[in-house]
């Protein structure tokens, strides 16, 4: 098993391949009730809650993770359209099936788009409705 200091710099190294200065470093998720949001996305991904502030709650694998969430107040106003925007999330479970299932278990639903139903992905929406699909198992950004 790999050391988690290894596993950190391997992370790092696949994000930062460049010199350039500017890099991703959250996903902004709008929710109503930030902390039940983060506990989903914690739960679904098997991260962490990092930190809880009143307008921000930060989840991710570890502090000093190259990425991660965060979740800040959405308004008054609910999702009434489409995201314009949304995570594909793959795995490396041999039942894709299953982790749809773990993640509907968490509070998401399954969801119709526009689908025809002979896609790769399925297509699934968090407790507060945003849309997130779950692609098939993937080794690289362009299989």
């Known amino acids: 098993m790999r050391s988690q200091a290894a596993s950190k710099t391997e992370c790092l190294a696949l994000v930062i391949l ?3 200065p500017l890099r991703l470093h959250h996903i902004v998720i709008d ?4 902390p039940s949001l983060a506990r989903f996305w914690a739960d679904a991904l098997g991260w962490r809650i990092l930190s809880v ?8 694998a570890t502090a000093d ?10 308004g008054s106003r609910r999702k009434t359209v489409k995201n314009r925007v949304h995570m594909d999330l793959t795995t490396t479970a041999d039942d894709r099936d299953s982790e749809i299932a773990r993640l509907i278990g968490l509070g998401a ?18 407790p507060e409705g945003n849309e997130f699909c779950v692609v098939r198992p ?4 362009v299989d």
């Open 18 to 20: 460049s010199d350039m």
């Open 109 to 126: 639903r399954q969801v119709d788009v526009g689908q025809t139903g002979r896609e790769s992905w399925d297509v699934l929406a968090d």
């Open 65 to 74: 993770a190259p990425i991660g969430l965060c979740l800040m107040p959405a």
């Open 31 to 34: 929710a109503h009730d930030l």
């Open 53 to 60: 502030r009143e307008q921000e709650v930060v989840i991710g």
């Open 138 to 141: 993937k080794a690289t950004l």
